[in-house]
């Protein structure tokens, strides 16, 4: 729901004088898209601050639209949420990506763990951990390879509930992450109770971090808090030296961004050299 205004994908790129057409027509296509896999998952290397090593990789969907080309989940998810559409969506996501990464490993190939992120809605339905548990066992990937990535909004409806099932997940030896930390309305306070391993800075106040001293300091307060909870902490959108480095002094943990390699296609990380971004 983040663009409320024109969009609908622009009345779904202008074929629709009315954006109600333009949903119900969208809303159909995601249905074939889903019907004849034109969704397609690219990968984005997430690196140690302090070495650049690749230590895990990040799953985002695209979509390869016949007509439109690939097009970006910014476009898509919001509207996925809203019909539903994304618990099938979504599911398809993460078994796609556990197959991807256990048939990697099974050829030998080098792998690397894999962050999924999870839609609130898919998080919150009955037999999502059961689903997720089935999923490792068909694919046959390693839980430690298998890393979810969800918002803080898992908690505004049953903070409980979604706090006994990170705790189950971890037994699983499945790592949890806070995407987007620090955008969501939550107090600050409940990261005590939460047993995830890390947190991930939005790429909004990376994106200013070196001419906004109020981000800057939110930045470092969040890392410093994390620490102390001993969380990891994930800065996103890095597109600069200058910023790799100001996170670096911070001691943020882990970064990811344009700066080090985009998304790519599945086949491509293995290409990739040891430590980004390449001299
Ligand atoms: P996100 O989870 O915050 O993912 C990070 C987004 O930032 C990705 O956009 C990534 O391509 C982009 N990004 C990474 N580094 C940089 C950078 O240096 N500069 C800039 N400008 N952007 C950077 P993407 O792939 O378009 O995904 C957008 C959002 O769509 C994601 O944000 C996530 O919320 C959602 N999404 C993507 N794939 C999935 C999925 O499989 N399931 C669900 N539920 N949501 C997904
Ligand atoms: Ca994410
Ligand atoms: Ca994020
Ligand atoms: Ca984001």
Redesign the pocket.
Known sequence: AKRQGRNTWQWYKEGFRQRINARCLLRHDMQVALREQQFE??Y?PIVEAFSGRIRSV?????WQHPEHGLI???EF?PLA?QTGQ?IT??RW?LRHACQSMANRLAQGERVFPVS????PL?FRRDGFLDEVTRILDETQLPPELLEL?VTESILMRGAEQAIALIGKLRERGITIAI??FGTGFSSLSYLRDLPIHRV?L??AFIQDILTCSGNAAIVQGIITMAHHMNLQVVA????TFDQQRDLGRRQCDLL????FA??MPLDRLQALPDRLPEA
């Open positions: 998952l690219y984005q990040e799953a985002l969907v695209r970006s989940p910014a998810i949420e994304i969506l979504g996501v999924v992120n999870i839609s898919q990535e995407d987007d991930k939005d790429r996103e959108g890095i597109e990811q961004g344009f700066l985009k998304p």
